[in-house]
């Protein structure tokens, strides 16, 4: 764990610059989406993402309008090397959330519908090309719950409407935590495994949990 290093060569450390909230594996690399102060950092090294500057990489520019905080929750790249986002709440209120995936070094929208108060916070690439999504919602009186959900590979075009097929949900009276992170791997005996991580805000009132999962019908 570290610091990531900005454009300037200097760790970031102003609170409107640092809200890093998603990281995905590019050739040559990571690259990792931040709100507040939406935008993408590419982190040239395959070692580590603090372990060098981060280049600024064009983001959709449609986030101009987006909230400081429901802007790039999610990001993945898919195996052909589009890179695809999601927004957490864009445009708020309405039935469909707003999604980007860049391919020929532009970025193209599509609409990514929602389930119930549910919100993207995370998504993984599965090892069949798939992606995980992970979302969560959450309320004062209902607190937190989770929803993971698969999209298919081939459905991810500019102009779509893209519907997730859920696969599993974390509700009370399952553990509830504010779940944010996803990775996906396949294992030695073929298996496919799934991580989820909850942040804690820093507050004694939350934990920081790091769930696996067999997924049994990859």
């Known amino acids: 764990m570290g610091l990531l290093i900005g454009a300037n060569g200097q760790p970031i450390q102003r609170t409107y610059k640092k809200d890093a909230e998603s990281l995905f594996r590019i050739n040559g690399g990571y690259v990792t989406s931040f709100e507040t102060h939406h935008r993408l950092l590419k982190y040239r090294s395959n070692k580590s993402p603090f372990s ?4 600024p990489v064009s983001a959709p520019h449609h986030l101009i309008d987006a909230h400081r905080n429901k802007g790039m929750e999610a990001a993945v790249a898919l195996n052909d090397g589009r890179w695809v986002v999601f927004a957490e709440n864009f445009p708020e209120d309405e039935p469909n959330l707003f999604g980007w995936v860049l391919q020929k070094q532009r970025w193209r929208p599509f609409d990514y519908t929602r389930t119930g108060e549910f919100q993207p916070s995370g998504a993984a690439l599965l090892p069949s090309g798939n992606v995980l999504i992970l ?8 607190g937190f719950g989770s929803r993971l959900a698969v999209i298919l590979q081939h459905d991810i075009r500019p102009g779509a409407t893209l519907r997730s097929q859920e696969i599993a949900r974390l509700e009370p009276p399952l553990v509830e935590e504010n779940f944010e992170g996803a990775a996906a791997y396949k294992n030695k005996t073929g298996e496919t495994i799934i991580y989820i991580v909850s942040d804690d805000n820093f507050s004694p009132l939350q ?3 790091l769930l696996m999962f067999k997924l049994r019908n990859p």
């Open 135 to 142: 979302e969560r919602r959450f309320s004062f009186l209902g």
């Open 207 to 209: 934990s920081t949990l």
């Open 52 to 55: 060098g500057r981060g280049d």
